[in-house]
């Protein structure tokens, strides 16, 4: 336990800046992750579109600062994808 507490805590104390995008990340990932399984069935994009999207403009932030290269290349496409699915959604309208 010690070693999961120690981890958190460098991690903050590398770029708390970093951290902060992360945790923040984490929480609109998981949303819009949730709310996509949760409507599976029937999803309505305008509800987790943009919460993928802004978590993943967000990683690319944090993969920068931490210098993660294909973290980045990896957030980049996401962003690029959900980007494309927002102006379908705007289109839609």
């Not at 998981?30 to 943009?50: E, K, Q, R, Y």
């Not at 999207?53 to 980045?72: D, E, H, T, W």
């Not at 980007?83 to 705007?90: D, E, F, K, R, S």
Request: aromatic residues 14%; contains cysteine.
């Amino acid at each position: 336990m010690q070693n999961i507490k120690q981890f958190w805590i460098n991690s903050y104390n590398l770029s708390p800046l970093a951290f902060y995008c992360e945790m923040i990340e984490a929480v609109f990932l998981i949303s819009a992750s949730a709310i996509l399984s949760v409507t599976i069935l029937d999803p309505d994009g305008w509800h987790f579109v943009p919460l993928y999207l802004i978590g993943s403009m967000l990683g690319i932030i944090s993969a920068i600062i931490r210098q993660a290269a294909f973290v980045i290349v990896l957030c980049s496409w996401f962003t690029a994808m959900n980007l494309y699915a927002l102006v379908q959604l705007i289109g839609a309208l």
